[in-house]
């Protein structure tokens, strides 16, 4: 467990992330980071929580127009 400080940034508030937090999450300057909330609280994450359900709608569209988007792509 790692413990972060809210501090003041600007006119707003933020926490600053250790380097290992950063490098675990692979997350680098300008990448985006979700906060997800649970029962639990909120977890910290780089993905989004919702990417998932759409590269399955997406798998699910090709699937069934395979032979038009063939088409499209010649």
């Known amino acids: ?3 972060v400080k809210v501090t003041t940034v600007g006119n707003s508030m933020g926490i600053l992330l250790p380097k290992e937090a950063l490098g675990k999450m692979k ?3 300008g ?3 979700y906060l997800v909330e649970s029962p639990e609280g909120y977890t910290l994450t780089p993905y989004q929580q919702d990417f998932e ?3 399955s709608a997406a798998e699910n ?3 069934r127009y395979r032979n038009t988007l063939r088409e499209l792509a010649k």
Request: proline share 0%; aromatic share 6%.
């Open 1 to 3: 467990m790692l413990k």
């Open 27 to 29: 997350a680098n300057k």
């Open 31 to 33: 990448d985006f980071l």
């Open 53 to 55: 359900e759409q590269i």
């Open 61 to 63: 569209i090709m699937a």
